[in-house]
């Protein structure tokens, strides 16, 4: 086979596999991927069953133990409008009221059930707000 | 002090920009002075910034709470060592880091070219795109991330470096991953200044090589110390999470792993240029992606630094570093033209160029996935993220023939390879690879097939960097007679790079074997216990036999005050194995009541852990403090102006109380096969990565006669 021709082959057999996979890829984030929203956006329309990762900050005096549960509020970063979530699995070292945290979630009820070892805390130093003048 | 920093950075920036134009002036008038005093000005800047540098290192060791920077991060009871290095742990002092560091290696590559007197045309180019990055981000220093700001009235005390960070090698991370994102601009200006003066051969890849490879050492290294913190400190018992900064590590690594495989096709074939020249380039850019990522809170992570002013600004940056790239190679792209063509699909040069597709497909994969959130709001309107098992879906495949390639590539041949010599060279390797996984089985390990395989590949993968060592060795001593030590370092020594980078590809292997063995056969428990209470993880039995308490015993010297554990017997079938003593360490928060600052501040997990070279016992305790907290609240409201004596020793009361009468406390237990040899494979990876960077010496560099190749290619062929 002519060289060039046989160059072209393979180049536009790589690009068709590329495609396929990056269009694989494309597709599996958008259908795996969970909604990120938060307390207020729960609170107006979260589907049962369906996942979301709530982001807000934990409400001051919501924390509390319920056998290997913790149970705590998380509320909007600038407002007071908060949801109850019912978690179990590990808890960050960070965590802690008024900490910004990112959950996965699902609506059981009128609870938000976080999804086992999803909690992430924010490391609180790094957001510090600028003390110098 | 403060002015004398902020003086110095003013100057620094001044210098950055006349480094710059000289540069650039010096090269369009073909005026040798003008370039010589631009690459001056870069000595020069990086004096002035070292001098800042260490003016900001000797405030927080000093302690000068006039300094914002000291008091927000910084406090008289954190420990000498971290006061020292928590210059880093702040948005403005990493900057003055990042900034520091590439100034001192663009110094270094620049004196290392003109003492040789290399790229000589390149050079001032390169010169202007260094002066450029490095009067970015002091121009960011100075009007928006400040180290120097001052207070009026500096308080006595600070806050202090967040606990989380008191751990010896998360001080090393830092100017680890710094290192390695600023070396990595290093190439990136070279390949810039090749694109525009034109001198598109190989020497540039030359000469920028050894700092590539530095680049991809101190990222390597500062993303294992980081996941050997996550690992020991942060309470999980994981090494990585696809966290978004994590990620932004590994964009770079991953690109920069490419290159350095691709730059040999270009310097013996003149193959890949315009390839090669991206992925310098691409490295580049995703190198300042990975600071920007950390410094704009954009994306939602453990790590970033949120509610920051220096967004804007960088998406400026990597706009033009990135359009700028794409522009100048889309310009040169006829004087990149290859060489050669791929003779045959069969041959070394295709195996690194699949490898290759691979890392810049996992670069894609951990890219998408991390910017997915930003991709979804702009398509869909809606934010939203995927989590590791997606990320797990792609990374798996694509490290299994990542591994396996690594086995192919050192015995593959150049040009055109035959069936016959390589079913020579791979018929012991491929016999370990099926090997080792039907072994598993049989010995009941598991049946889980990705394992498995990375098992068998990895198993390959070392056999053929073993028989690699063997044959190189003993056609060595065939020709001098050598003992199989002394023909072993000879053959080393003679051939650092090839051979640093088989130690590498087997470091690599046992990493990967590491990995997917813990990530695939541990078991996990969370349980809550009170005394006495045993739970079960894998074939163990974890009794809690009794809590600790300790109170100003700081064995650690991290600082905290007061620590709450237990201890843990560990026994298999009946017999003892192991006692672990897990226990959380509690920092004093001086903004609360007298006694309920011990307990209110910040706390950290300190691990229980039994590591050994099969498995790892990795144990973590969340104590329940409520009854500690409320009695704490109530001592503060009969005790408000407790003397710190008093406060301490009503605290220490409070907590002897809770080991006469501990309330059920909160346990995870993990049993993970394989975690050392992450650990070993990061430390041999390390080593050979030494290998390859360490300076030929002078009899090593010396050409070797013809008749002695000669002789070594026929004893070779013969092993």
């Known amino acids: 086979m002519d060289p060039s021709r046989k160059r072209k082959i393979r180049l536009v057999v790589a690009l068709t596999a590329a495609v396929l996979l990056a269009s694989a890829l494309i597709y599996t984030s958008f259908s795996a991927s969970s909604e990120a929203k938060s307390p207020s956006q729960l609170m107006a329309g979260a589907q049962p069953g369906q996942s979301y990762q709530l982001t807000g900050k934990v409400a001051n005096g919501s924390v509390r133990h319920e056998g290997s549960a913790l149970v705590f509020r998380v509320r909007d970063r600038t407002d007071n409008t908060s949801v109850p979530v019912r978690y179990t699995g590990e808890v960050p070292d960070p965590f802690r009221e008024g900490r910004e945290v990112i959950v996965d979630v699902q609506k059981q009820g009128s609870v938000f059930v976080g999804q086992k070892d999803s909690l992430v805390t924010k490391c609180p130093s790094k957001f510090k707000a600028a003390h110098s003048s | 002090m403060a002015i004398l920093g902020r003086a110095c950075l003013i100057i620094a920036l001044g210098l950055a920009l006349y480094g710059a134009g000289a540069s650039i002036y010096g090269a369009r008038a073909r005026k040798q002075a003008w370039v010589e005093s631009g690459r001056r000005a870069v000595y020069a800047m990086f004096g002035v910034v070292a001098i800042a540098f260490v003016i900001l290192i000797a405030a927080f060791i000093r302690s000068d709470f006039s300094f914002g920077v000291v008091v927000d991060h910084s406090s008289t009871t954190t420990p000498l060592f971290y006061r020292a290095t928590a210059a ?229 940056l990597i706009a033009v570093m990135a359009l700028g790239s794409i522009g100048l190679v889309i310009w040169r792209r006829a004087s990149l033209r290859s060489e050669h063509r791929l003779d045959s699909l069969f041959s070394r040069e295709a195996i690194f160029l699949l490898n290759n597709l691979v890392l810049v497909g996992l670069c894609f994969v951990v890219f998408w996935g991390t910017f997915f959130p930003l991709i979804s709001e702009a398509i869909t309107g809606d934010k939203a993220a995927v989590g590791p098992p997606w990320f797990d879906r792609y990374t798996v495949p694509l490290a299994l023939i990542l591994v396996l390639l690594s086995g192919i590539g050192p015995v593959i041949a150049w040009r055109r390879a035959t069936v016959s010599k390589l079913a020579r060279y791979l018929a012991i390797p491929l016999a370990v690879g099926i090997a080792v996984p039907l072994l598993c089985l049989a010995l009941g390990v598991g049946h889980h097939l990705e394992a498995l395989l990375m098992f068998g590949i990895g198993a390959f993968s070392l056999t053929v960097v073993a028989q690699e060592f063997v044959r190189g060795a003993g056609a060595r001593r065939a020709m001098t007679g050598d003992a199989p030590p002394a023909a072993l370092l000879a053959l080393v020594r003679r051939n650092r790079r090839r051979y640093g980078g088989y130690v590498v590809h087997a470091g690599m292997a046992v990493l990967f074997i590491g990995v997917a063995a813990s990530s695939t056969f541990h078991n996990q428990r969370d349980a809550r216990l009170s005394p006495g209470q045993t739970t079960k993880v894998g074939g163990y039995d974890v009794r809690y036999v009794k809590p600790t308490f300790s109170v100003a015993d700081d064995h650690r010297n991290t600082g905290a005050i007061i620590s709450l554990g237990a201890v843990l017997d560990v026994s298999k079938n009946g017999k003892h194995v192991t006692t672990l003593n897990p226990s959380r360490g509690y920092y004093p928060d001086l903004s609360q009541g007298p006694v309920s600052r011990f307990y209110q501040g910040e706390s950290t997990s300190e691990v229980g852990l039994q590591a050994g070279l099969r498995r790892d016992l990795w144990t973590a305790i969340q104590p329940d403090t409520t009854q500690i907290d409320r009695l704490a609240a109530e001592a503060d409201r009969k ?81």
């Open chain 2, 639 to 719: 005790f408000p102006n407790a003397t710190p004596q008093l406060s301490l020793f009503i605290a220490g009361t409070l907590a002897a109380g809770y080991a006469r009468k501990p309330p059920p406390a909160t346990f995870r237990v993990i049993d993970s096969p394989l975690v050392t040899w992450i650990w070993l494979g990061g430390l041999i990876v390390v080593a050979g990565a030494l290998i390859a960077l360490w300076p030929a010496g002078l009899r090593a560099r010396r050409r070797a006669p013809a008749g002695y190749g000669a002789r070594v290619a026929r004893e070779l062929g013969r092993a």
């Open chain 2, 88 to 316: 880093w742990s702040s948005q403005e002092g990493s900057l003055l880091l990042w900034v520091f560091l590439l100034s001192a290696w663009s110094s270094l590559i620049l004196f290392v070219l003109a003492r040789k007197g290399k790229l000589r045309e390149v050079a001032p180019y390169a010169t202007a795109v260094l002066c450029g990055l490095g009067g970015f981000f002091l121009f960011c220093s100075i009007f928006l991330a400040n180290p120097f700001g001052t207070l009026a009235n500096p308080p006595l005390e600070g806050a202090g470096l967040n606990p989380l960070l008191r751990y010896p090698s998360m001080m090393i991370h830092p100017p680890a991953l710094y290192s390695g994102y600023t070396l990595f601009t290093v190439p990136f200006a070279f390949g810039i200044g090749a694109l525009v003066s034109g001198r598109l051969d190989a020497s540039w890849i030359t000469s920028t090589r050894r700092f590539a490879l530095a680049a991809w050492f101190f990222l390597g290294l500062g993303i294992l110390l980081g996941a050997r913190w996550s690992y020991s400190e942060l309470g999980w018992g994981g090494y990585w999470a696809w966290d978004p900064v994590e990620n932004a590590s590994l964009m770079p690594w991953l690109v920069g792993t490419a290159f350095l495989h691709s730059a040999m096709i270009q310097e013996k074939r003149g193959m890949l240029k315009v390839w090669n020249v991206s992925l310098v380039l691409a490295a580049g850019v995703l190198a300042v992606l990975g600071t920007f990522l950390v410094r704009s809170g954009i994306l939602d992570s453990i790590h970033a630094f949120g509610a920051s002013t220096l967004g804007v600004p960088f998406i400026v």
